[in-house]
């Protein structure tokens, strides 16, 4: 009788992105597959918590316009409240408003961090590596970029329209 064991690779984690700009989306499924992520886009509208729900992602990425009540906001104050999705780690992408951030805080999600506009893909992939693993991340090296080391979101979301 033989016996055979498969030893596969882990699965790499996935990650949901919610914005509603679908040239950013694009742009983050690319950058995060390349960056070892198993990238998941969703438009930040209705039935977006229901989606999360049956995806289980590692972690989430979720756009916050400078308007407070935006679909996004709404979908942030639900995730705070749900008692399985407010266990997984955000990342929230604020406007650098100097409210934004307060309101985030406000609605106390536990595993969250801020990502203030503009940010750049080298800090939003630090901030993801150190939700899903705080002690060693695999862009580690990017945690030390400074703020505007590459360009900022906009721009390179803006040159991939062009």
């Known amino acids: 009788m033989s016996t055979s064991l498969s030893l596969s690779a882990p699965l790499p984690p996935r990650v949901a992105v919610l914005d509603d700009d679908q040239a950013i989306l694009i742009l983050l499924r690319q950058v995060l597959t390349d960056a070892g992520y198993a990238a998941r886009t969703l ?26 009540d935006a679909v996004s906001w709404r ?34 999600h536990p595993r969250s961090t801020l990502l203030c506009k503009p ?16 002690h060693a991340g695999a862009h580690a090296a990017h945690a030390t970029v400074p703020p505007r080391a590459s360009a900022p979101l906009s721009a390179r979301a803006t040159a991939s329209r062009a």
């Open 43 to 68: 438009h930040s509208g209705t039935g977006a918590q229901d989606v999360l729900r049956l995806l289980a992602p590692a972690a989430i990425i979720l756009d916050l316009p400078t308007a407070a």
């Open 75 to 108: 979908l942030l104050a639900l995730l705070a409240r749900d008692d399985d999705l407010r266990r997984i780690p955000l990342v929230a992408c604020v406007p650098d408003d100097g409210h934004a951030s307060d309101r985030v805080t406000a609605l106390r």
């Open 119 to 134: 940010w750049t893909l080298d800090a939003l992939l630090a901030h993801l590596d150190r939700l899903l693993d705080p």
